[in-house]
């Protein structure tokens, strides 16, 4: 068992490695990495903000930029993916804890059919998702499509703060977003 833990930690490690060396043209080089996959950027490391719009999942058009004074979370999911539906119910309850204090939640479905997308959001999660099927502003974001589940935090400047690269809990989520949304905007 000690041994299967270390080769995960280990692959765990490499993953980080890579992406850090990836993420966003290489400004995120100076965030920490964890071997668990999540990087984190303190504000002064932070790059501009991305730019995520699209068609919405149940129709109409977003752009994250509307949610600038808020904490977005923003999640990458497919309706074929097993991680995805099990931490739905962890991403819907952080967000109901959370969306008093300032914090959106945004989901975006990647390499999906819109009636597949829609029937796994039913009675998931109550907030948004955009649908992405080609998969494009996961690539924007350096997210590949296989590395689906994967959860963005954007700051109250728009700027990413946290990339987790696998499925959430909501022990480890919400702390991250209380966290995040506690920080003053660079903007003020």
């Known amino acids: 068992m000690n041994a299967r833990r270390w080769t995960a930690g280990l692959l765990a490690t490499v993953a980080a490695v ?30 501009a903000p991305p730019k995520l ?14 949610a600038r004074g808020q904490v977005a979370v923003v999640n990458f999911w497919g309706s ?51 649908f992405d099927p080609s998969s494009r502003l996961a690539l924007d974001l350096d997210i590949p499509p296989n590395t689906v589940p994967a959860t963005v935090v954007l700051d109250r400047d728009g700027r990413i703060a946290v990339v987790i690269r696998r499925a959430v809990t909501q022990d480890e989520l919400r702390p991250i977003v209380e966290r995040v949304a506690a920080e003053k905007p660079a903007s003020s």
Not at 53 to 66: F, I, M, P, R
């Open 80 to 130: 074929w993916c097993p991680p995805c539906r099990a931490e739905a119910d962890d991403l819907e309850a952080t967000y109901q804890a959370t969306k008093g204090s300032g914090v959106s939640f945004l989901g975006i479905n990647v390499q999906d059919s819109r009636d597949k997308a829609k029937a796994f959001e039913e009675g998931r999660v109550t907030y948004p998702s955009l």
């Open 18 to 47: 890579a992406l850090v060396g990836c993420t966003s043209k290489g400004q995120e080089k100076a965030c920490t990495t964890s071997t668990d996959g999540i990087f984190e950027c303190a504000p002064d490391q932070r790059s």
């Open 53 to 66: 719009a699209g068609e919405l999942l149940a129709g109409g058009t977003y752009d994250v930029s509307q």
